[in-house]
Structures are given as C-alpha cells and as structure tokens.
C-alpha cells in the first residue's frame, strides 16, 4: 500500500553456531523484484555468552563517553565497574537484560564518580562483566580523561 509501506514478518529459524547472511526483498505490484528495496544483513550465532567489540569512545574524554560492545547472548545481568589505576573504584552500571540488546550496545557515562562529582584527569580500567545462569565473561579496558 502506498499510504502504509511498512510491515512486519516474524521469521524464528533454529540456527547454529555460525556466520550468516539474512536479506529481505519485495515485489512490485506486477511480481518484479525490487532489489534496491531489499534490507540485507550479516549476523553471527554463538551458542555461548561473548562481549564482542569492547571499546569505548570517544577515547581520551573531557567530560562524557559510551561504553559500547556486541553481545551474543543477553544476559541476565551486566556491570560496569570504573577503577583507578590503584584498583579504586570510582563509577559501577548495574544493567539487567531488559536494558540491554543482542548485538550493539552503547552506555551513557558522564564521567562522574558515585558521589556525582566529575572524576579527574588520568588513565582508568574499566570491567565488563556479563552473567547468565552460571556463565560470566568479563572484558578489560583503558579509558583516558583529559580536560
């Protein structure tokens, strides 16, 4: 329809560890296939919990920064936790499932400390830490401020 271009397919494949290739494409009115209408996309399975792409950015910051990464999984819960080099933490991000996607996730972090006020200048580690069930992974990183 011409007033309502838009619809919705529900498509739930049993697919196994792997890379793969998903495309979507449409037909006019006469049965033509339309191949600059199509939507393709590549995705990867994995059967375990992985923190995939952990960075964060930008990096060095003045004053905010996303923690961004890929998840293969959701799991039922994933923290953040922001430390000084002296293994001090400053910052901790409790997010459950529902706060989270598969794939491409990106935090908000206005680089203030658990008191509310902006943390200094310098070089700290950050820990992603993802649970689900008995599985954890965890991924360490730098980050740098400079103001």
């Given at each position: 329809?011409?007033?309502?271009?838009?619809?919705?397919?529900?498509?739930?494949?049993?697919?196994?560890?792997?890379?793969?290739?998903?495309?979507?494409?449409?037909?006019?009115?006469?049965?033509?296939?339309?191949d600059?209408?199509?939507?393709?996309?590549?995705?990867?399975?994995?059967?375990?919990?992985?923190?995939?792409?952990?960075?964060?950015?930008?990096?060095?910051?003045?004053?905010?920064?996303?923690?961004?990464?890929?998840?293969?999984?959701?799991?039922?819960?994933?923290?953040?936790?922001?430390?000084?080099?002296?293994?001090?933490?400053?910052?901790?991000?409790?997010?459950?499932?529902?706060?989270?996607?598969?794939?491409?996730?990106?935090?908000?972090?206005?680089?203030?400390?658990?008191?509310?006020?902006?943390?200094?200048?310098?070089?700290?580690?950050?820990?992603?830490?993802?649970?689900?069930?008995?599985?954890?992974?965890?991924s360490?990183?730098?980050?740098?401020?400079?103001?």
């Amino acid at each position: 329809s011409a007033s309502n271009p838009k619809f919705v397919v529900n498509y739930k494949p049993t697919l196994e560890s792997g890379s793969y290739i998903f495309k979507v494409i449409g037909r006019n009115a006469t049965g033509a296939i339309i191949d600059s209408a199509g939507v393709s996309r590549k995705f990867e399975v994995q059967k375990n919990l992985q923190q995939l792409d952990v960075y964060n950015y930008p990096n060095p910051f003045k004053y905010e920064t996303y923690f961004t990464f890929k998840l293969t999984q959701l799991p039922d819960e994933l923290k953040i936790k922001i430390f000084t080099l002296a293994g001090r933490m400053v910052k901790e991000f409790k997010l459950t499932s529902a706060e989270l996607k598969y794939d491409f996730n990106k935090i908000y972090w206005d680089g203030r400390d658990v008191d509310g006020d902006l943390v200094a200048n310098g070089v700290y580690l950050y820990k992603i830490i993802s649970k689900k069930g008995n599985e954890s992974v965890q991924s360490v990183q730098k980050l740098a401020i400079v103001r």
